[in-house]
């Protein structure tokens, strides 16, 4: 047994700054299907029964142990590995595989009354009691001690078995809005490093304003009533650095204790999270994974699993896992039970496949009978017993098990990128464009970056566009045509050069108000705006306002008919050499245009000095596509059929029709000859393809 007292605050510092990179991303030779499996939630002993249903069903991979670390040392330096090993053995037998989660997102009962300063410090210093998952302080010493104890324990014990094929780190991390002594410290230091001197600082982040200059770093003022808007902009940072850091730290652990033969995976609990930077996360990881829910019924359409999924994909340019998904119903109360109709379950598989999965897992097998997820259902119901769920799975594993190899590890390649900033989404929430109430309130905003982003994403999806992301943090904008901006509120120089440089080369570049507007301190450059982008913009503005209410656009100019409106924001842009795409038709903002567009060099800028309606988003969208030269038969297709496209293991195209509807679609099948893998019918170029409500056809080029 490994004592606590030998590991101090530097040794873990050391461990977590030691990481240097990740190895190649594991390469599968069939989809991964199955489901997170919780023997220890079970009322009764029925294993080999679990077991068995999971066999006649097909299901090929379980997920366990992430959330029991009480079970794993239930005193102070006692392990237990014998209640899983039994249940890691018997999947062995049984030929599904299984991913092991390190269970330290959710601490015992024994740890806290030991050491109750673990727990999170949220700001304004209110209470924090035990009783929730995720409510540490994953920067505290004592916590790392207990965890990197438990890891290298819990790693090496498995790490020579076969059927243990990769590690989930955590759970879903975030940094839980700590504000403990020790973050706090961190965050000076990280300060000391990155400013040098508080006089450096103090002009950065403009603190004589309300005489707010530090004068040594002994009196930083704490984050819980920070004004300055560049504070609260390097605390985000701060909050992700740390996330990032602590995965790094397990992720080099758990590197130094496995077998060869294990991946190293998080499940990220979602995308576009205020302090968490996926991107840099994802660089400790062997692949990305990702736990996406969603609409059913008539609210399912695809579109919040692509967009999990083509943020995840991007991340490392590769193929990612599904940790967690919708089995049947979910919430956190019985106010939010709709099942799914017959088909959405399957379809809802192919979706992720179609996005780059090579894995899909329900959260999870069984449901529970007690606890905050009684009615977050599983694969089974409450009896346990097989249902119309446990079928259509059974019939998704066993088309899988034939076809699966022709699907997985799909290579997409997108020509249009939408470039993330989770610097700007965090500086718009502090000094919103809008507002629920009145002036002073600090009322919820209305819309914010986030919806933005959703926005052109749903409009890219919308026009059956594949789409990547690109990241603050590497804006590699190599490859592609069309690169979208939404409120790129936060920027330096580099960053808005470098999009010049796009534009100049032959790039379409589609960008939104509030671009070019502060430095990467949170700063208002104090230039004509857009700042650095003036000249690829071809415009300037003094000034900008508030919209009381929405406001049409002169003349219907895109033809978006009830829907030719925007609101909430405009800038007062002043062409210098663009063109004017589209006028406001009011009194006063109509002498301004409300979208423009510049040539510049080979290409071109197209900028929304508003927020446009959805209709008129999509209908920009598609302009700029055209213009890219980015169109043609799948945006010809019916509304509620999507299009996916990839390159498959056999170097063979494939092309996803998936029909979001209780109506049966026809679509023209438009690329060269093939086979539906599903039904193994021969496909030729222009033939009509019929998709029953709820279904699809995933067509191999020959």
């Known amino acids: 047994m490994i004592s606590l007292r030998r590991f101090s605050p530097f040794a873990l510092i050391v461990i977590a700054a030691g990481y240097s990179s990740a190895a190649d991303a594991p390469h599968f030779s069939n989809v991964l299907y199955g489901a997170a499996y919780y023997h220890e939630y079970m009322p009764y002993e029925r294993l080999d ?56 997102y959710s601490i015992p009962v024994w740890m806290y009354h030991a050491h109750p300063e673990i727990l999170v410090r949220p700001l304004g210093g209110a209470p924090a009691f035990y009783g929730m998952r995720q409510n540490m302080d994953t920067d505290n010493a004592t916590f790392r001690a207990y965890a990197q ?50 006089e450096n600082l103090n002009k950065a982040w403009l603190l004589n304003y309300w005489g707010e200059d530090v004068d040594s770093w ?64 994802a660089a400790s990881l062997d692949i990305a994974a990702n736990n996406p829910y969603h609409g059913t019924q008539d609210q399912m359409d695809g579109e919040a699993q692509a967009t999990v999924g083509d943020i995840t994909r991007s991340l490392k340019h590769a193929n990612y896992l599904v940790t967690e998904t919708n089995a049947q119903t979910t919430d956190w109360t019985s106010a939010f039970q709709y099942p799914p109709y017959d088909g959405q379950l399957r379809l809802d598989v192919y979706t992720h496949l179609s996005s780059g999965a090579n894995m899909v897992e329900y959260w999870h097998w069984a449901s529970i009978h007690s606890g905050q997820e009684t009615y977050w259902k599983g694969v089974l119901s409450h009896d346990l017993e097989p249902n119309r769920a446990y079928a259509e799975v059974s019939r998704t594993a ?34 919103p464009f809008t507002s629920r109430g009145p002036q002073w309130s600090f009322a919820p905003a209305v819309v914010d970056y986030t919806a933005l982003v959703h926005q052109f994403h749903h409009a890219l999806y919308d026009a059956n566009t594949g789409v990547d992301f690109v990241f603050q943090d590497n804006p590699d904008f190599s490859g592609y045509k069309v690169l979208i901006i939404p409120a790129l509120y936060i920027a330096d120089d580099a960053l808005l050069n470098r999009i010049s440089e796009f534009v100049k080369k032959g790039g379409h570049v589609l960008m939104t108000f509030k671009s070019g507007f502060c430095n990467e301190n949170s700063i208002v450059r104090w230039v004509r705006q857009p700042g650095p ?19 049409a656009l002169k003349g219907d100019p895109f033809e978006a008919g009830d829907q030719n409106n925007v609101s909430y924001w ?10 004017a795409l589209a006028w406001y038709d009011h009194p006063f903002f109509g002498r301004w245009p409300a979208i423009t567009r510049n040539q510049y060099g080979s290409g071109t800028l197209t900028y929304e000095g508003t927020w446009l309606s959805d209709a008129l988003q999509g209908r920009i969208v598609l302009d700029v596509l055209t213009r890219a030269g980015l169109t043609g038969p799948d945006q010809r297709v019916p509304r509620a059929v999507r299009v996916k496209h990839g390159t498959n293991d056999f170097g063979k195209r494939l092309h996803y029709y998936l029909n979001y509807s209780g109506d049966s679609q026809i679509v023209e099948y438009a690329y060269g000859p093939g086979t539906d893998l599903l039904t193994g019918k021969n496909i030729v170029n222009a033939q009509q393809v019929t998709l029953q409500p709820w279904d699809l056809a995933i067509i191999e080029e020959k």
């Open 533 to 551: 982008l003036r000249e690829a913009a071809g415009f300037s503005y003094q000034e900008f306002s508030n919209l009381e209410h929405p406001l």
């Open 149 to 198: 104890r438990l890891i290298q324990n819990l790693v090496a014990h498995y790490r020579d078995n076969s059927g243990v094929i990769g590690w989930q780190i955590d759970n879903e991390t975030a940094s839980y809005g700590a504000s403990n002594p020790d973050v706090f410290a961190g965050f000076v230091n990280h300060l000391k490093q990155k400013f040098g001197t508080v």
């Open 398 to 431: 066993h088309e899988l098990e034939k076809i699966g190899p022709r699907l997985v590890n799909l290579k997409i390649a997108n020509q249009v990128a939408i470039l993330y900033s989770v610097d700007s989404a965090n500086a718009l929430d502090f000094m």
């Open 49 to 104: 029964k679990d077991i068995a249903l999971m066999k006649e069903a097909g299901l090929s991979v379980v997920r366990m142990g992430e959330s029991t670390w009480s079970l794993w040392e239930p005193q102070d330096g006692k392990f237990e590995y014998a209640w899983m090993d039994r249940v890691v053995d018997a999947m062995q037998k049984a030929g599904i595989k299984v991913i092991l989660g390190t269970p330290t």
């Open 570 to 579: 405009a800038e007062f842009l002043m062409p210098e050499h663009a063109q």
């Open 218 to 281: 002994e009196h930083m003022p704490t984050r819980d009533s920070a004004q300055s808007t560049g504070y609260k902009l390097e605390w985000s940072r701060w909050e992700q650095m740390r996330v990032t850091n602590y995965l790094a730290w397990q992720s080099e652990l758990v590197r130094r204790y496995k077998g060869p033969h294990q991946f190293v995976t998080q499940d990220f609990g979602g995308v576009m999270r205020r302090d968490v930077n996926e991107y840099r996360v």
